[in-house]
């Protein structure tokens, strides 16, 4: 199970995540508490291992823009977490010759009901015909939050949704996940990998090492079947 620990803003978390065995650690660029500039976190990754993923999430619509933070940060891979049309994925591609992970985050709206399923599974039928994108992340949006929520979409509407649209992808399931819920979520959307924020958190943006340990040993415990 591929674990990824979101919202770092300091190198002794970011740190940490890694030691207990994260396989990635996000910085959020986009607005929030926990927004980081890449100047922040150009002082953390030098200091990581080079096994763990540096991730930055961008609302950006701009693969310019988007780029030169990748540059400055040291980042390996980008989480497109704004409208994200495939457009700019291919861009950034272009831009960094195949050599950066893409992760695209399609939002289940908690608020819309049956629309989300139906939302979400044609985004997920778009992204896999485009071919360039490989990983999707799965987060709630909540009103106009859309990420950070701490709040879980309903998981028994897109277990079908998950397993079925976009079989050739890798499923990242994020929002509202905690060290209590967290094998549930594997359990029931058996996806490639689990991400957290606010759910191993003391404050915005300072993780609390308890919850960060209990969570990664129980997704690291948790049966998934996926290959
Ligand atoms: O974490 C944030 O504050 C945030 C704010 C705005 C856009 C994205 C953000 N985080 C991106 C992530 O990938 C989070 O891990 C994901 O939203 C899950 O958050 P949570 O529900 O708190 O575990």
Not at 107 to 128: M, P, T
Not at 159 to 167: A, D, K, P, T
Request: proline fraction near 3%; aromatic fraction near 4%; include cysteine.
């Amino acid at each position: 199970m591929w674990i990824k620990i979101c919202a770092n803003t300091n190198l002794d978390d970011a740190q940490m995540a890694a030691e207990l065995g994260a396989d990635a650690v996000g910085f959020v660029f986009a607005p929030s508490r926990r927004r980081v500039t890449a100047k922040d976190v150009a002082q953390i990754t030098p200091h990581l291992p080079t096994n763990v993923e540096r991730i930055g999430v961008f609302d950006s619509l701009y693969a310019e823009e988007i780029a030169a933070s990748v540059r400055e940060a040291g980042l390996t891979a980008v989480q497109l977490h704004g409208g994200g049309e495939l457009v700019l994925a291919r861009r950034l591609n272009d831009l960094f010759e195949g050599k950066i992970g893409i992760i695209q985050t399609v939002h289940w709206s908690v608020d819309a009901g049956e629309e989300s399923a139906k939302a979400v599974r044609q985004r997920l039928n778009a992204i896999q015909a485009g071919a360039v994108i490989e990983r999707v992340l799965i987060d709630s949006k909540v009103g106009q939050a859309t990420g950070g929520t701490g709040v879980s979409f309903d998981w028994a509407a897109a277990r079908e949704v998950l397993q079925s649209g976009g079989s050739r992808l890798k499923m990242i399931v994020a929002g509202g996940l905690r060290p209590d819920n967290v094998a549930k979520a594997i359990s029931e959307l058996n996806p490639w990998g689990v991400d957290v924020a606010s759910g191993v958190e003391k404050g915005p943006g300072r993780k609390d090492p308890e919850k960060l340990r209990t969570f990664i040993q129980n997704a690291q415990a948790a049966k998934s079947t996926h290959v």
